[in-house]
Every structure is written in C-alpha cells, then in structure tokens.
C-alpha cells in the first residue's frame, strides 16, 4: 500500500513537471491524469492486486513522452518553416526560418530589423509569425531524468503553497493590478511626451512617429524575452505595446498624413490579426481588451470631411471584426459588451455633432450597417457556438443593437430628399434580416428556444413598424389587427404561450390606431363620405368582429391559453378584451350618428359658409336624441342578448347599470330636447327660418316606446336572476317616478299644442293630486307600502306647491275650485286607509 502511494506521487511530480516544460504534449499529460486516476480507483477497491514496481511504472511513464516527442519531432521537421529555439534572441524566428530557407541567419536578422524600421510593421509581422509558427527541438529531454527534477520542483510548489492564502492579496497587486496600471501609464507617458513635442515643435512628424514605433517595438521585444518565466507580466507588455502600434499608426495617417489609406488599413489589420493571435495562444482576455478594445481611445477629427470619418469607421470595424474572431474561439463576453457601448456611442455622438447629409449619408449608412451585422453575429456566435443560455441581458443587447441601428438609419434616410420614400422598404428590410436569423437559429439542435422567440419577437416588432412607416390611416389599424389575430390564432389554438402574449401589445396598438382614424376621419365634416359606407366604419366593422372571434376564441374551454394557471391575469385580460369590443361596438356606430347630424348642421348654414347666416340649430337636438335613442337600443340589446346567449353575471349588472343611466339621461336632457323639438314646431324659439314638420311633435313617441323596451328588458332580466322580493320594491318605486314624469312631460306638451300652455301649473297640480290618488290605490292593492309612501309624499309635495306657488298666479275661482278639488282626493285617500285598514296592519 505504501509503495503504491509512493507510486502515485512520482506519476503526479511528473505530470506537473510536464505542464511546466512540456506543455504541447497534451495527449501525454491526459494518459498521465487516467493512470493516475485508475490507481487510485483500483487502490480503494482492491489494494493487493495493485502492487507494482517503481522501476516498472518509471519506465511506462518515460516511453510514452519519448515517442510522442520523436513524433512530433518528425512531423515538425517535415513542415517549410518553423521557430527555432537555439540560437535565438527573441521568439526564434529569424534562426527558424533562415534554417528552413537555407539564409544566413546574420543576413535575415539584418532584412528584418531594415524591413522593421522602413515599414514600421516589422515587428507586428514577426509577433504574428511567432503566435503562428510551431517550434522545432533538437532533442526531447530525457524522461528518465525528470523525477529528481521533479522532486525538488515539488518541495518549491509544496513550500509555495504553504503561504498561499496569507499572500494572494499580495500576489494578486504585484503579479497583475501593478503591472496593468504601469502599462497604462507608460501609454499615457508617451502621449503626453508626444503631445510635448508637438507643442513645441522639437521634432519632426517622421520622427515623433518612428519614436512611437520604436517604444512599441521595444516593449514586444521585453515581453517576448520573459514570456517563458513571466507569462502574466508578458501579456501586459504585449497588449501596452498593440496599444501603441495603434495610436502611432493613426496619428501617422490622420495627423500626418505619413501614410496612404490603404498602408493605413493594412497595418490596422496587421495589428488586430496580431493581437487577436496573441489573446488566443496566451489564453488572456486583457490582452485583448487593451489592444483591441483600448484602442478606441485613439484620439480623432471627424469634423474635418468624410476622409477622417472613413477611416476611424473602417478603423473600427477592424477592431469589431477582430472581436468578432475571438467570439467564436473563446467565451469573452466583456470584451463585447465594451466595444459594443464604445462603438455604438462613438458613432451616435458623430451622427449628432458632425453628419453632414450630403456629404456622408453613404457612409453613415454603410458603416452603422457593418456595425449591426458585426454585433448581431457576435452574439450569435455565443448563443450556437458556446451553447450559451438565454438571460434578460439578451434581450436588452438584441433590442439596443436592433434599434439604434433602425434608429441611425431612420435619421440617415430622412435626412436625404428622397429618403424618406424608402423608410418603408428599410424598416421591412430589417424585419427581413431578423427574419432570416431566426431561420437559421431554429435549425440549430440544441439552442435555447426562447433565443428563437426573442428573434421572432424582432421580426414581429419590425414588421408592425414597417406598417405605419409605409401606410397610412386605415391600413395600419387593419394590418396591425391582422397580426394580432395571427399571433393570438397560433398562440391559442397551438398552446405556445408567447405568441398569445405577442398579441396583446399588438391588439392595443391596433385599438390606438383606430382611434386616430376616428379623430380625423369625424373632425373633418367638410370631408364628404356616405354614412355607414365609408372606410372608416369599414374599418370599425372588422375590429369589431375580429374582437368578437378572439373573445370567443379566449373563452374556449378547448384552448387554455397563456395565463389558464393564474386566474387573477385571467379574468383581468377576460374583462379588458369583453370591455374593448363592447366599446367598439357602441362607438363606431355613435360616432357615424354624430357625424351625419354634424354634417347636416354645417350644412344647413344660411350664410356663405355660415358668416352672415344662421344655422339649424334642431339638427343639433336631433343628434342629441338620436345619440340617445342608439344608447338606449344598445342598452337593450346588450341585456337581451346576455339574457339568452352570454349569461354573463358581470355583463348583466353592467347592462343594468347602462338601463339606469340612459333611463336618468331620458327623463332629464331627453324630454328637455322633445320639449324644444315642440316649441320649435310651435314658432316659439330662436330658430326662425327653418321649416319645423310633423316629425318633431311625433318623435317622442318612438323614444318612450324605446325606453319601455329597456324597461322591459332589465325586468325579465332581473326576473330570471334574482329572487322577486329583491328587486320589486326598488323596481315599483322607480317605474311610478318614471311614469309621473313622462305624463306630466306628456300634459305640458298637450297643454301648449291646445294653446293652453299658460295654465299648466294648475292643470300640473292637479295631475299630481290624481296621481297620489291613484298610486295609494295600486300600494293598497298590491300591498306595496313603498308605492303608498312615495303617494303621500308626493301629496305633500303638491300642498307645498299649491300654498306657495300657485295661489299667487291664479284667479279666486280657481283657487276655489283647486282646493275643494284636493280636498276631496284628501277625503278620498283617508276613507281607502280606513276602509282597509285591517289588511294594511296585518301587512
């Protein structure tokens, strides 16, 4: 058992000498970790069968790495070029090649430091060379001596990690806060330096240039030296260095204008291949953010013509594309949420402070384009490349992407004469491209589903918004409709939840837009259309009965529906789809009513377009009591038909709430407008010039049989649904007020046909008198105490009115006869209580 322990710990000194020296042979280290792992298995199962010699397991150990070097040796030797490690100053480079070329390695190094200093990208072009060229060993170590090696380089780690928890706050500053803060500082050292000199003119352009180049090249040749011992320190050394081959390239071009465009362009591709190769080999996300991302900080003119503006776009798509790389090779996603909030602010502060429409609407538009396509593929590239899972910080970057992209181009093309003539086509082409993407995505095996339904959700949203861009009026409202039902169809009948939840914001964006068509479509009443055959109503017709099938469809038993689990969500989307197409139903046909009369009004102008004229001023009661006449006709048809088909209790109390008010708004302003439609057939008010027909003293007859029917209607209703002793009291007591009302509107209105009107308070009085009388009789009869009480009262109301209003207007003959007349009805009310006073008091 001892020795098989001991065993096992020389196989693990080895393995961690091998991830120190020989980290390229991976499949040996992976045949190490199994043995190892195995041991230690069969060790707790079965200890005995396991004993085995040093000797024997050295020996295994020592072949495997033998073999595989020879091999990769082989295979190394067999390929042009290559790094060589002897003989080398840097990375082994120039020895490598000039050995496969068959070069003097002196006439190679000299080629290469003349090529460095001519064309200052010498030193980008042997980093690449270097991150991309295998190395070529003379001779693999010996294996059989690694395990003293190993022993002492396992007391070091051993010694090392005893003090690893007292000093990981140290080794954290020292190995790498420090050394990132000095990058950053000797980049802000040489910027201010060359700002120095070119404030004071000291030296040339050339030369502030070449300076920079050489810093830069001096900096990668220090991190190449050290790369093998002090990786970490390397990488800052490295990734300071890209920094500044950025910074100098540019201000050489832009500043300078030391280089053409295309040398330009081509370097900055040099330094993002480079780097991109770097961050990958070393494994180091700084290194990327520093050279790549960092970058951005180059300082630019972009108020200065579309030169300098193309070349930092074409700069920053560089450094985009670049980032675009490293997605697809390692799971760096800080790297692409800076340089997707520096590129997108970069761009939106140029489009604001220094877009010139004529000069760059090509460019703006290409290159925040190029932007959108590099951004969109960089997330997608971590949704089905790294499998990665669906988090809300996914739909906040496809929806800011998405929309400052269609945001910048909307701006871009209104910005141009004809521009906006293809702001239609742009917004579907974008509707297009989401369209396309979520294609492929839902191809993919194994991608999260809602990354899918976050792309359709796009397609959707900029299809819906392609409708108003392009349309007007009518159309929006019937397209954005028919999306809406689409998607509440599907999400129904085909249970996927998000789709139903899709078409929610939709049906209310709908209900919004057919809002505005009424504004302007009844504003206008110069606008001649046909009454009830207008596109108008067209339009509230089929919102009505979409709403009408989708309310149908929600409460179908047979399709759930997204919210089936949470009742309260139900029934709140139940009571908001019943409510909207009830009030669909009621508005599209009052507001046609209201418009016609409108119309009729303006039309009935005396007047050259009513200055100087007079106007109809019955059209107007007329469309008061018509508006009056379809709310009580609605009314009673939405008792009726809740009575017979619906049975909804809610729906019927507020079909009784709608009887209330219509019967309240009847009583009030509707026999107020009859009295007005009178006295304006009588000549008796202010609208002189107009003929007044037969219609005007007959419509009212049409409007008391109509709230009879509502009055009928809320009967049966309250009949089949609750208990008689409910509601007759209540019921009774509102029918006798009712009808004391009509008739006395109806007396007024005979009194002042028969020219008697001047005497109506008499006959009123009177009237009312009868009416107690015969109110306590049906109370008596029916045994409704209410009805006797509601008598009396309006006994003493008449009193009241006799004494203090009517002696002063009438005669003594009159008086006389009014009195002795209500005294009797008095004597006669008294005599009934009397007479049937047994069966009161058993009441």
Same mark, same amino acid.
């Given at each position: 058992?001892?020795?098989?322990?001991?065993?096992?710990?020389?196989?693990?000194?080895?393995?961690?000498?091998?991830?120190?020296?020989?980290?390229?042979?991976?499949?040996?280290?992976?045949?190490?970790?199994?043995?190892?792992?195995?041991?230690?298995?069969?060790?707790?199962?079965?200890?005995?069968?396991?004993?085995?010699?040093?000797?024997?397991?050295?020996?295994?150990?020592?072949?495997?790495?033998?073999?595989?070097?020879?091999?990769?040796?082989?295979?190394?030797?067999?390929?042009?070029?290559?790094?060589?490690?002897?003989?080398?100053?840097?990375?082994?480079?120039?020895?490598?090649?000039?050995?496969?070329?068959?070069?003097?390695?002196?006439?190679?190094?000299?080629?290469?430091?003349?090529?460095?200093?001519?064309?200052?990208?010498?030193?980008?072009?042997?980093?690449?060379?270097?991150?991309?060229?295998?190395?070529?060993?003379?001779?693999?170590?010996?294996?059989?001596?690694?395990?003293?090696?190993?022993?002492?380089?396992?007391?070091?780690?051993?010694?090392?990690?005893?003090?690893?928890?007292?000093?990981?706050?140290?080794?954290?500053?020292?190995?790498?806060?420090?050394?990132?803060?000095?990058?950053?500082?000797?980049?802000?050292?040489?910027?201010?330096?060359?700002?120095?000199?070119?404030?004071?003119?000291?030296?040339?352009?050339?030369?502030?240039?070449?300076?920079?180049?050489?810093?830069?090249?001096?900096?990668?040749?220090?991190?190449?030296?050290?790369?093998?011992?002090?990786?970490?320190?390397?990488?800052?050394?490295?990734?300071?260095?890209?920094?500044?081959?950025?910074?100098?390239?540019?201000?050489?071009?832009?500043?300078?204008?030391?280089?053409?465009?295309?040398?330009?362009?081509?370097?900055?591709?040099?330094?993002?291949?480079?780097?991109?190769?770097?961050?990958?080999?070393?494994?180091?996300?700084?290194i990327a953010h520093i050279g790549l991302v960092g970058a951005y900080a180059v300082p630019f003119l972009l108020s200065e013509g579309e030169g300098k503006a193309l070349v930092l776009f074409s700069y920053m798509a560089i450094i985009n594309g670049g980032i675009l790389v490293v997605a697809f090779k390692k799971y760096w996603k800080p790297l692409y949420l800076v340089a997707f909030g520096l590129s997108w602010l970069i761009v939106i502060s140029w489009g604001v402070g220094a877009y010139e429409a004529k000069e760059h609407f090509i460019l703006a538009l290409s290159f925040s384009t190029l932007f959108f396509?590099?951004?969109?593929?960089?997330?997608?590239?971590?949704?089905?490349?790294?499998?990665?899972?669906?988090?809300?910080?996914?739909?906040?970057?496809?929806?800011?992407?998405?929309?400052?992209?269609?945001?910048?181009?909307?701006?871009?093309?209104?910005?141009?004469?004809?521009?906006?003539?293809?702001?239609?086509?742009?917004?579907?082409?974008?509707?297009?491209?989401?369209?396309?993407?979520?294609?492929?995505?839902?191809?993919?095996?194994?991608?999260?589903?809602?990354?899918?339904?976050?792309?359709?959700?796009?397609?959707?949203?900029?299809?819906?918004?392609?409708?108003?861009?392009?349309?007007?009026?009518?159309?929006?409202?019937?397209?954005?409709?028919?999306?809406?039902?689409?998607?509440?169809?599907?999400?129904?009948?085909?249970?996927?939840?998000?789709?139903?939840?899709?078409?929610?914001?939709?049906?209310?964006?709908?209900?919004?837009?057919?809002?505005?068509?009424?504004?302007?479509?009844?504003?206008?009443?110069?606008?001649?259309?046909?009454?009830?055959?207008?596109?108008?109503?067209?339009?509230?017709?089929?919102?009505?009965?979409?709403?009408?099938?989708?309310?149908?469809?929600?409460?179908?038993?047979?399709?759930?529906?997204?919210?089936?689990?949470?009742?309260?969500?139900?029934?709140?989307?139940?009571?908001?789809?019943?409510?909207?197409?009830?009030?669909?139903?009621?508005?599209?046909?009052?507001?046609?009513?209201?418009?016609?009369?409108?119309?009729?009004?303006?039309?009935?102008?005396?007047?050259?377009?009513?200055?100087?004229?007079?106007?109809?001023?019955?059209?107007?009661?007329?469309?008061?009591?018509?508006?009056?006449?379809?709310?009580?006709?609605?009314?009673?048809?939405?008792?009726?038909?809740?009575?017979? +088909?619906?049975?909804? !209790?809610? %729906?019927? $109390?507020?079909? /009784?709430? @709608?009887? #209330?008010?219509? &019967?309240?708004?009847?009583?009030?302003?509707?026999?107020?407008?009859?009295?007005?439609?009178?006295?304006?057939?009588?000549?008796?008010?202010?609208?002189?010039?107009?003929?007044?027909?037969?219609?005007?003293?007959?419509?009212?007859?049409?409007?008391?049989?109509?709230?009879?029917?509502?009055?009928?209607?809320?009967?049966?209703?309250?009949?089949?649904?609750?208990?008689?002793?409910?509601?007759?009291?209540?019921?009774?007591?509102?029918?006798?007020?009712?009808?004391?009302?009509?008739?006395?509107?109806?007396?007024?209105?005979?009194?002042?046909?028969?020219?008697?009107?001047?005497?109506?308070?008499?006959?009123?009085?009177?009237?009312?008198?009868?009416?107690?009388?015969?109110?306590?009789?049906?109370?008596? +009869?029916?045994?409704? !105490?209410? %009805?006797? $009480?509601?008598? /009396?009262? @309006?006994? #003493?109301?008449? &009193?009241?009115?006799?004494?203090?209003?009517?002696?002063?207007?009438?005669?003594?003959?009159?008086?006389?006869?009014?009195?002795?007349?209500?005294?009797?009805?008095?004597?006669?009310?008294?005599?009934?209580?009397?007479?049937?006073?047994?069966?009161?008091?058993?009441?």
């Open positions: 058992m001892e020795n098989q322990q001991d065993q096992i710990n020389r196989l693990t000194e080895k393995l961690e000498l091998l991830r120190q020296v020989h980290s390229h042979f991976s499949e040996e280290i992976a045949g190490l970790k199994a043995e190892i792992e195995q041991l230690k298995k069969d060790n707790k199962i079965n200890a005995p069968a396991l004993k085995t010699s040093e000797k024997e397991a050295q020996s295994t150990v020592a072949d495997i790495p033998k073999e595989t070097a020879d091999t990769v040796g082989k295979e190394i030797s067999e390929k042009k070029y290559y790094r060589k490690r002897q003989n080398k100053i840097l990375g082994g480079v120039c020895s490598g090649i000039a050995e496969s070329t068959g070069m003097n390695l002196l006439l190679m190094r000299f080629l290469w430091v003349l090529f460095t200093l001519l064309f200052c990208i010498g030193a980008v072009v042997y980093l690449i060379l270097w991150l991309s060229l295998p190395e070529k060993e003379s001779k693999s170590p010996a294996f059989s001596d690694l395990p003293k090696v190993g022993l002492e380089k396992a007391e070091v780690l051993s010694r090392a990690g005893q003090d690893k928890t007292a000093s990981d706050m140290e080794k954290y500053i020292g190995e790498n806060i420090i050394s990132k803060i000095g990058i950053a500082v000797l980049i802000i050292g040489v910027g201010i330096g060359a700002k120095y000199s070119i404030d004071n003119d000291l030296i040339s352009p050339l030369i502030r240039i070449l300076l920079g180049y050489l810093v830069g090249a001096g900096l990668l040749a220090v991190s190449f030296r050290l790369l093998r011992k002090y990786e970490n320190f390397s990488a800052v050394l490295l990734s300071g260095a890209m920094a500044i081959f950025y910074f100098i390239t540019y201000a050489a071009y832009a500043f300078y204008d030391l280089f053409p465009a295309y040398i330009t362009f081509l370097m900055m591709v040099l330094f993002t291949v480079a780097t991109v190769l770097a961050a990958l080999r070393l494994n180091k996300q700084f396509l590099l951004f969109y593929a960089t997330f997608l590239a971590y949704k089905i490349l790294r499998k990665e899972v669906y988090n809300p910080l996914d739909i906040a970057l496809v929806l800011a992407n998405s929309f400052i992209f269609y945001g910048l181009g909307y701006g871009f093309l209104t910005s141009q004469v004809e521009g906006e003539n293809y702001l239609g086509l742009f917004t579907l082409g974008n509707a297009l491209l989401h369209l396309g993407v979520g294609f492929m995505v839902y191809r993919q095996k194994g991608i999260d589903k809602n990354i899918y339904f976050l792309i359709s959700g796009m397609v959707l949203v900029f299809l819906t918004l392609s409708i108003p861009v392009e349309l007007d009026g009518s159309w929006v409202t019937l397209l954005w409709l028919g999306e809406a039902l689409v998607l509440f169809y599907i999400g129904k009948t085909k249970q996927v939840a998000i789709y139903e939840k899709l078409a929610y914001p939709l049906l209310l964006l709908s209900s919004i837009s057919l809002l505005q068509d009424w504004v302007w479509a009844y504003g206008d009443t110069e606008e001649l259309s046909l009454v009830f055959l207008n596109p108008t109503f067209l339009t509230s017709a089929i919102f009505c009965a979409v709403l009408g099938y989708m309310n149908l469809l929600y409460h179908n038993k047979k399709f759930p529906g997204a919210f089936a689990g949470d009742n309260g969500k139900w029934q709140l989307l139940s009571t908001g789809l019943a409510s909207l197409l009830l009030l669909s139903l009621y508005a599209s046909v009052a507001l046609e009513i209201n418009y016609y009369w409108e119309r009729q009004f303006q039309a009935s102008a005396t007047g050259e377009f009513g200055i100087g004229g007079s106007y109809n001023y019955d059209l107007i009661t007329f469309q008061s009591l018509w508006g009056m006449m379809y709310f009580l006709g609605y009314t009673a048809a939405l008792i009726l038909i809740n009575s017979r +088909w619906i049975k909804s !209790k809610a %729906l019927g $109390i507020l079909g /009784l709430s @709608l009887a #209330g008010l219509g &019967l309240m708004y009847f009583l009030t302003v509707g026999l107020y407008d009859l009295s007005e439609l009178r006295e304006s057939y009588l000549g008796e008010n202010y609208n002189e010039g107009f003929e007044a027909g037969i219609f005007h003293l007959l419509f009212r007859y049409p409007a008391f049989l109509l709230m009879t029917v509502v009055i009928l209607v809320s009967y049966r209703y309250l009949r089949a649904n609750y208990k008689k002793e409910v509601f007759t009291p209540a019921l009774n007591l509102m029918l006798s007020i009712t009808l004391l009302w009509v008739l006395s509107s109806e007396l007024i209105h005979w009194l002042n046909l028969a020219g008697a009107g001047g005497i109506y308070k008499l006959w009123m009085t009177v009237f009312w008198g009868i009416y107690a009388l015969a109110l306590i009789s049906l109370g008596i +009869w029916k045994a409704q !105490k209410q %009805l006797r $009480i509601a008598a /009396l009262v @309006l006994f #003493g109301i008449t &009193l009241i009115k006799l004494v203090f209003y009517d002696l002063a207007n009438l005669n003594t003959l009159a008086k006389t006869g009014l009195f002795v007349l209500l005294g009797v009805l008095l004597l006669i009310i008294s005599f009934l209580y009397n007479k049937f006073r047994g069966r009161l008091w058993e009441e």
